[in-house]
């Protein structure tokens, strides 16, 4: 995986945990090497965007900025053949960090872009809600999204590897098919 730039990334991991290096941030590696390597062809390139490096939040009279500077995000996610987006479950639901990034698209945006949705929570019932959440935002974004979110409970994430490749094993077809017809 790359943090750095692509020019035309195939692949963009998006992660909104609020700390980066996460957990989250490896289950989302996990689900795009896992998915890699089952799609028919050279991989391209990925990208790996860390909401907490990109984005500024502030609740204070000075605005914040993001520590990392460097290609425009909002352009890699439009850009993306593959989109894969995690998230920790946040009072029932996907990060406010990551929906402030998500707010900045019109409806529709990501109509050329295939995405996959992911939720790490400490139970089920919260990773499910907060999956499905996060599934709906990025239709309402107008991407596709052909298989259902992944929905991973944090006392799991030790096998992350091993959940990823089981859930790429049973939506590889689907994605596949989905980035086909977008392509």
Do not use: C
Not at 71 to 78: L, M
Not at 136 to 149: C, F
């Amino acid at each position: 995986m790359s943090d750095g730039p692509s020019s035309t990334p195939d692949v963009v991991v998006l992660v909104g945990n609020p700390r980066a290096g996460s957990r989250t941030r490896g289950i989302a590696e996990a689900v795009a090497v896992a998915l890699l390597d089952r799609l028919d062809g050279p991989p391209g390139a990925v990208q790996v965007l860390e909401l907490a490096e990109i984005v500024g939040v502030s609740f204070g009279p000075e605005p914040a900025y993001g520590a990392k500077a460097g290609p425009d995000p909002f352009a890699a996610v439009r850009s993306a053949r593959l989109l894969v987006v995690a998230t920790p479950t946040y009072k029932g639901s996907y990060t406010g960090l990551l929906k402030v990034f998500l707010d900045q698209f019109g409806h529709r945006e990501l109509a050329q872009v295939v995405a996959v949705a992911i939720a790490v929570a400490a139970s089920p019932a919260h990773a499910d809600a907060a999956g499905s959440a996060l599934r709906d935002v990025l239709v309402e974004l107008g991407a596709q999204v052909p298989a259902p979110p992944l929905a991973v409970v944090e006392s799991q994430l030790a096998d992350g590897y091993e959940i990823a490749a089981q859930w790429a094993e049973q939506h590889t077809t689907a994605i596949g098919a989905q980035r086909a017809g977008v392509a």
